[in-house]
């Protein structure tokens, strides 16, 4: 069983849509958990960033973390053409440096 | 002006060169890493430094070396390249914490075409 699995994608949505991005993960140690964004061209930026269960939220966007099912999942509420981009997951473990990442869900919005 | 600022952000070179991919950072962070992106496999991590005298492979290092010059300064050079080195290459910085790892924050990438 791989230690990520992110849904692939690609994703098409209309404007104002609601996103949901999903990741699950096998590793037990798995402690902290982020999404990533990535425009074409650019690195990925750091969009959340959690460590516990449950819901987190910053002006549009919520992650939710489910420890007990190994699951998270990114939503972008009334999503906007500037949310077009790949969207990783990504976790650590630990006290160890490694960041393991999904390999990336592709969102375009059309206006 | 860029945290983590990539050099060149774009190269095309010939199989068995050398190349030196350049990496400076103005976030003060003690640990710098090198991933490459390739399509359907994500990023992976080549090789990470916690300090300038702590320097580590990750999972592909192989035909791969850095160098930590300083705390702001890591540097990843392939020695002979080849054509399946070709890839989109990240820096990336982390300032970690005792409580709680912290993320990674990454610089726009240098995309390197050997031919």
């Known amino acids: 069983q791989k230690e990520v699995e992110q849904d692939p994608g690609p994703l098409s949505v209309p404007e104002g849509a609601i996103v949901s991005l999903n990741c699950t993960y096998s590793?037990?140690?798995?402690?902290?958990f982020m999404w990533y964004r990535q425009y074409s061209r650019k690195g990925p930026e750091l969009l959340m960033y959690?460590?516990?269960?449950g819901n987190k939220e910053d002006g549009r966007f919520t992650a939710q973390v489910d420890k007990s099912s190994k699951y998270i999942s990114l939503f972008i509420r009334d999503s906007q053409p500037s949310d077009s981009a790949t969207y990783l997951c990504a976790y650590s473990g630990g006290s160890n440096y490694k960041l393991t990442f999904g390999k990336g869900t592709l969102l375009t919005v059309n206006p | 002006d860029a945290d983590v600022t990539q050099t060149p952000r774009n190269r095309i070179t010939k199989t068995g060169k050398r190349i030196m991919l350049e990496c400076s950072q103005t976030k003060g962070h003690d640990r710098m890493y090198w991933y490459r992106q390739d399509p359907g496999l994500g990023l992976r991590l080549i090789y990470y430094s916690f300090d300038v005298k702590d320097i580590n492979k990750g999972e592909i290092s192989d035909g791969y070396s850095v160098s930590r010059q300083a705390q702001a300064k890591f540097s990843l050079s392939l020695e002979s390249a080849i054509p399946n080195q070709t890839a989109l290459y990240f820096c990336?910085?982390?300032?970690?914490?005792?409580?709680?790892?912290?993320?990674?924050?990454f610089g726009d990438g240098t995309r390197l075409s050997i031919l």
């Open positions: 959690t460590y516990s269960s």
């Open positions: 590793n037990s140690a798995f402690q902290y």
């Open positions: 990336a910085t982390s300032d970690p914490d005792r409580d709680h790892n912290q993320p990674q924050h």
